[in-house]
């Protein structure tokens, strides 16, 4: 099969072939339709995170196809089925976090297109305890962005606890940004748009945002705080970049929560006595469970949420890297593999 695997850390992928992988038991295989890039897939190139994947692998976790194959004692899908196969690739299935539907931090997660080969090739193998039920009337396109981009802005939305009518603001506008408004604005929340790109804005006003602020501009933590008459209930860092940790950190409301979900590798400094007086929490969120995959993908199959998709073939990959590098990509691109 085709795929686009990492070798080094930080060098172009490599477009290559590579044996089509056989489901043992308890897996199957999945033949590729569609697979977002997301950043986190740089990050992967990179090396960025003190957790390192070893190369040679395949990145990609927004990979949606049909079932082609099923292993020994696989009961709960079925050759046919579409599918997902998501960041979330298996946990233990019985530690106290699996158990409390928090498997997104058991020690014992795989990851997929990181620590298992992911959705740059024509063929994935998938744990489907863990895999996405993409429903009817979504298309595996469509349904790409929504199984980390969509789910991970979800969640991260629901961890600001921010209530209907309350404000939030959403630093970052691109591939998880656009599609946090869109979160946002379904779950009944005001939304002040963050980025650093003026075009960026401009989509964000497109897709829903009530108000936008330049990150850039001197003032832009006065300006959302003049906006959300105090600071946003809830704040959401998408942006893979350190400064807006800080600046997302002084947008926050008095007693609202600063949820962190960009993950630029580094440290950013912590205001202690603010966050403190203040009665801030900043919390971390990673993906989401398979519950909130369900969700997730319930909004955007009734049409609430719609990624804005820009399709290329596998053979782009390293050109998709470097405009989403800099800042290049409008919103997501996807992989579209029936056009190979
Ligand atoms: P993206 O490149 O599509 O979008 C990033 C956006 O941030 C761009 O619009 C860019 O202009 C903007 N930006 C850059 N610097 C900024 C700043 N200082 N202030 C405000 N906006 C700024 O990336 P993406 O695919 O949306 O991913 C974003 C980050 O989220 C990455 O670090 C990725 O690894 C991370 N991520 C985390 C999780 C999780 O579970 N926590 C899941 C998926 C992705
Ligand atoms: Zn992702
Ligand atoms: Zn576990």
Same mark, same amino acid.
């Given at each position: +099969?085709?795929?686009?695997?990492?070798?080094?850390?930080?060098?172009?992928?490599?477009? $290559?072939?590579?044996?089509?992988?056989?489901?043992?038991?308890?897996? /199957?295989?999945?033949?590729?339709?569609?697979?977002?890039?997301?950043?986190?897939?740089?990050?992967?190139?990179?090396?960025?995170?003190?957790?390192?994947?070893?190369? &040679?692998?395949?990145?990609?976790?927004?990979?949606? @196809?049909?079932?082609?194959?099923?292993?020994? @004692?696989?009961?709960?899908?079925?050759?046919?089925? $579409?599918?997902?196969?998501?960041?979330?690739?298996?946990?233990?299935?019985?530690?106290? !976090?699996?158990?409390?539907?928090?498997?997104?931090?058991?020690?014992?997660?795989?990851? =997929?297109?990181?620590?298992?080969?992911? =959705?740059?090739?024509?063929?994935? /193998?998938?744990?489907?305890?863990?895999?996405?039920?993409?429903?009817?009337?979504?298309?595996?396109?469509?349904?790409?962005?929504?199984?980390?981009?969509?789910?991970?802005?979800?969640?991260?939305?629901?961890?600001?606890?921010?209530?209907?009518?309350?404000?939030?603001?959403?630093?970052?506008?691109?591939?998880?940004?656009?599609?946090?408004?869109?979160?946002?604005?379904? +779950?009944?929340?005001?939304?002040? %748009?963050?980025?650093?790109?003026?075009?960026?804005?401009?989509?964000?006003?497109?897709?829903?945002?009530?108000?936008?602020v330049?990150?850039?501009a001197d003032d832009a933590i006065e300006a959302?705080k003049k906006?959300?008459?105090?600071?946003?209930?809830?704040? *959401?860092?998408?942006?893979?970049?350190?400064?807006? !940790?800080?600046?997302?950190?002084? +947008?926050? $409301?008095?007693? =609202?929560?600063?949820?962190?979900? @960009? *993950?630029?590798?580094?440290?950013? &400094?912590?205001?202690?006595?603010?966050?403190?007086?203040?009665?801030?929490?900043?919390?971390?969120?990673?993906? =989401?469970?398979?519950?909130? +995959?369900?969700?997730?993908? %319930? !909004?955007?199959?009734?049409?609430?949420?719609?990624?804005?998709?820009?399709?290329?073939?596998?053979?782009?990959?390293?050109?998709?890297?470097?405009?989403?590098?800099? @800042?290049?990509?409008?919103? $997501?691109?996807?992989?579209? !593999?029936?056009?190979?």
């Amino acid at each position: +099969m085709k795929a686009a695997v990492v070798e080094q850390f930080g060098k172009p992928l490599v477009l $290559r072939e590579w044996d089509i992988p056989t489901p043992e038991s308890g897996q /199957i295989l999945v033949k590729t339709e569609a697979c977002g890039v997301c950043h986190t897939d740089l990050h992967a190139a990179n090396g960025d995170w003190p957790l390192k994947p070893t190369p &040679p692998f395949i990145p990609g976790h927004e990979g949606i @196809g049909l079932v082609v194959e099923i292993g020994e @004692g696989v009961t709960n899908v079925k050759v046919g089925d $579409r599918v997902g196969v998501p960041w979330l690739y298996s946990a233990c299935g019985h530690c106290e !976090f699996c158990l409390s539907a928090w498997e997104t931090v058991c020690a014992d997660a795989e990851f =997929g297109g990181y620590t298992k080969n992911g =959705g740059f090739a024509e063929y994935i /193998i998938a744990d489907p305890k863990y895999v996405a039920h993409i429903p009817d009337g979504l298309s595996a396109i469509e349904a790409a962005p929504i199984i980390c981009a969509g789910i991970t802005t979800y969640k991260g939305i629901k961890e600001t606890t921010a209530k209907p009518g309350e404000w939030i603001a959403i630093s970052g506008c691109g591939g998880l940004g656009h599609l946090a408004i869109q979160y946002a604005k379904a +779950m009944g929340l005001k939304v002040c %748009a963050v980025d650093i790109d003026d075009g960026k804005l401009e989509h964000a006003t497109q897709v829903g945002a009530d108000a936008v602020v330049n990150a850039k501009a001197d003032d832009a933590i006065e300006a959302v705080k003049k906006v959300t008459n105090g600071g946003a209930h809830g704040v *959401l860092i998408t942006a893979p970049s350190l400064p807006a !940790f800080e600046q997302g950190l002084g +947008m926050t $409301r008095k007693h =609202g929560t600063c949820v962190l979900v @960009g *993950l630029p590798p580094g440290e950013f &400094p912590t205001p202690l006595f603010d966050v403190v007086a203040n009665c801030i929490t900043i919390r971390g969120s990673f993906v =989401g469970n398979r519950k909130d +995959m369900a969700e997730a993908l %319930a !909004f955007a199959a009734e049409g609430k949420v719609k990624a804005d998709i820009e399709l290329q073939p596998l053979s782009s990959i390293n050109e998709i890297f470097t405009r989403l590098e800099n @800042g290049k990509v409008p919103a $997501r691109v996807v992989i579209d !593999f029936t056009k190979n």
